[in-house]
């Protein structure tokens, strides 16, 4: 799955960049569009794959509002930012935003879920760090004596 999901930002990213970016509409209607695109596509597949849907008045509010948070605010506002960085700074810089999430997941783990920190994911974090800077064009400049 995890193949599958990076296969699938190989591909969406440059197709974002070819097919949708380019147009002249806002990144907003473009990500509600697509988003709108991707809700119909779910109604279809979902009770195919996970069965039926839960009865709404079962749910709780909190549920409700945090279903509805993760989307307008964890889905939304990111599909329009990331429209607008592919705008500006092209396909190959919001690729890359996509490989420091691993790096804020697990500082998000050890800061507010007290998660236990091993040394390989500040190894794992510090090479994905130096491959975005250098995917970016940052290089180091050595000191010269």
């Known amino acids: 799955m995890c193949f599958g999901a990076a ?5 969406a ?32 597949a979902a009770p ?13 509010t909190g549920v409700v509002l945090c279903v509805l948070a993760l989307g307008a ?5 990111a599909f329009v930012l990331n429209y607008q960085v592919i705008r500006v700074a092209g396909a ?7 490989y420091l999430m691993p790096v804020v997941a697990t500082l ?10 091993h040394w390989n994911q500040p190894a794992g974090a510090a090479v994905v760090l130096a491959g975005v800077a250098v995917s970016q064009g940052l ?7």
């Open 73 to 77: 605010l964890g889905t939304g506002i």
């Open 13 to 44: 990213i440059p197709c974002q960049k070819k097919f949708i970016a380019g147009r002249a509409g806002s990144g907003v209607s473009m990500a509600a569009a697509q988003l709108l695109v991707a809700l119909g596509q779910f109604a279809v």
């Open 48 to 60: 195919l794959l996970a069965g039926p849907p839960p009865d709404p008045a079962e749910l709780s």
């Open 139 to 145: 290089r180091l400049r050595r000191r010269t004596a």
């Open 92 to 98: 190959s810089t919001s690729t890359s935003v996509t």
């Open 7 to 11: 296969m699938c930002y190989a591909v």
């Open 108 to 117: 998000v783990g050890v800061l507010i879920l007290h998660e236990h920190l």
